[in-house]
């Protein structure tokens, strides 16, 4: 592999849902993992929101919104922002829900994905998966139950440090050679699904299936030196 991880600022940690419909039934997380993107259908239908990235002015938004006839209004445009402000070397917990379960606080995690540049860009609009930003998943076939509560929306930044080590765990502090094992075992989980069974002839071929990511590691922004 030649991957580096590029921070050029301390990362953000976001929790993110997996599913669409009117009752929340439609699971997004196979498309995800195929197309290696996180993805919501917030705001209006057919309209890219590029000009928004990656510092969304919420005012601007919300107008932008209000003129396309968006329902919803309010949440649509704190939560595209939210969506919208998640930038290259931020690390994201893919949710299969927030809602609390037998009377108590609930949150589950599927997958961790880290947020990346692929082919120049980070954003785009997609007619079948709505809005939508390049990842690199970290890991995936898994579900992490938590007895945490306040992770019922779509998009959540996770501020508090004792919340961030529980949801990301061993993410929460990463090293340069952690994440490269992760994205490595996520490539190999990716063929699989693919059904290509052949490594690539030279290292470093099989770049694209990690999406061709340039990512300059800078220790001591995750150490926060």
């Known amino acids: 592999y030649c991957l580096e991880l590029f921070w050029p600022r301390y990362p953000q940690y976001f929790v993110m849902g997996s599913k ?17 993107v996180i993805c919501t259908d917030f705001g209006p239908k057919g309209l890219s929101l590029a000009q928004f990235y990656p510092e969304p002015d919420t005012e601007s938004l919300k107008l932008f919104l209000e003129e396309h006839s968006c329902p919803s209004l309010d949440h649509s445009s704190s939560q595209l922002a939210l969506f919208l402000s998640m930038r290259v070397g931020d690390f994201v917990a893919v949710k299969s829900s927030g ?3 037998h009377g108590k606080p609930f949150l589950g995690i599927r ?22 930003l390049n990842v690199a998943f970290l890991k995936s076939d898994f579900h992490l139950e938590l ?20 949801i990301f ?18 490539q190999e989980k990716r063929r699989t699904r693919k059904g290509v069974s052949e490594r690539p002839e030279r290292p470093g071929a099989n770049r694209r299936a990690i999406d061709a990511t340039v990512i300059n590691y800078r220790h001591h922004f995750i150490q926060g030196e």
């Open 111 to 132: 997958a961790y994905a880290i947020v990346v540049e692929r082919d120049g860009k980070t954003y785009y609009y997609d007619e079948t998966l709505g809005h939508c």
């Open 20 to 36: 669409y419909g009117d009752d929340a039934r439609q699971d997004m997380l196979p498309q995800m993992l195929d197309q290696g």
């Open 99 to 101: 809602n609390p379960k």
């Open 147 to 166: 007895e945490l509560g306040q992770f019922s929306q779509t998009v959540h930044l996770v501020e508090k440090e004792a919340h961030r080590q529980k």
């Open 169 to 186: 765990q061993h993410f929460s502090h990463p090293d340069e050679q952690q994440i490269l094992t992760h994205l490595e075992a996520e």
